[in-house]
């Protein structure tokens, strides 16, 4: 893992590997004491370069947490709702000269779309929701790897979910040779944007990550998919730890 990543939470550090049950009581405890959070649900992000697995390990854990009765589910952008589905293809598979500002937008919309509908209604009630991509992703990948700025593309998203936060951020790293060589021999518009691209998307994480090490847990994903797993696990349940209100 890179230096970059700094004060962030390392999975990977930890001596005591937390395990699913140990996952399971954090999140039961937290659902049972919301404390000064903005909803009762938990809004859980997940975030990462192409290749990462993230999706895959989102997957896993989204059957976790369903067998063992915690409302919660697995959601996406671009594409967790109809809309989305129309503007992740338009995106991933649409004409190559979209340029850099119609893509934001284009994800901005969807986001807006998804967080008006879908993500605030089931944070209000009660629901762990965990996310594949958000707007930590827009930051990367259009605010810095596009250079249309951080900051700018920051401010359409919170615009867009009207300051919408997760509470935690789980960032699986990799090397970009690495997550590409993963990616398979089809890639879509954005995995085709060179290694140059996806190396900035990489340290524009890191650097969230640095930036904000109360919320990302930072997790080696250069191992195998149980490996990962492991380390995520054992990540996010001590992050969770660190956010049950204490007793008065």
């Known amino acids: 893992m890179s230096e970059d990543s700094g004060q962030a939470e390392s999975a990977g550090a930890e001596r005591q590997q937390a395990t699913e049950p140990d996952l399971v009581a954090a999140l039961t405890a937290l659902l049972d004491q919301p404390g000064q959070r903005e909803h009762p649900g938990l809004f859980i992000t997940f975030e990462g ?7 895959t390990l989102l ?38 000269d979209v340029d850099p500002r ?6 901005a919309a969807d986001r807006a779309y998804h967080a008006a509908g879908v993500l605030r209604p089931s944070l209000q009630g009660g629901t762990v929701v965990l996310e594949d991509r958000f707007t930590d992703s827009s930051a990367a990948y259009q605010g810095s790897a596009r250079k249309l700025g951080a900051d700018e593309i920051r401010g359409l998203s919170n615009w867009a979910t009207e300051n919408l936060t997760p509470d935690v951020t789980v960032l699986f790293d990799v090397d970009p ?7 398979g021999s089809a890639p879509d518009r954005l995995e085709r944007s060179g290694l140059a691209f996806h190396q900035r998307v990489r ?29 995520m696990v054992s990540g996010l349940t001590r992050r969770l730890r660190q956010l049950v209100p204490e007793r008065t």
């Open 49 to 55: 370069g192409d290749g990462s697995g993230k999706t």
């Open 59 to 96: 997957a896993r854990l989204g059957g976790l947490l369903s067998e063992a009765g915690i409302p919660s589910f697995v959601t996406r952008e671009p594409g967790g709702t109809r809309l989305g589905q129309q503007l992740r293809d338009l995106v991933q598979h649409g004409p190559e």
């Open 102 to 107: 119609t893509e934001a937008l284009l994800y």
């Open 177 to 183: 040779v690495v997550g590409l060589a993963r990616a």
């Open 203 to 231: 340290q524009a994480y890191l650097d969230m990550a640095q930036k904000e090490p109360e919320r990302f847990v930072v997790v080696d994903a250069s191992g195998t998919p149980d490996q990962v797993y492991e380390l």
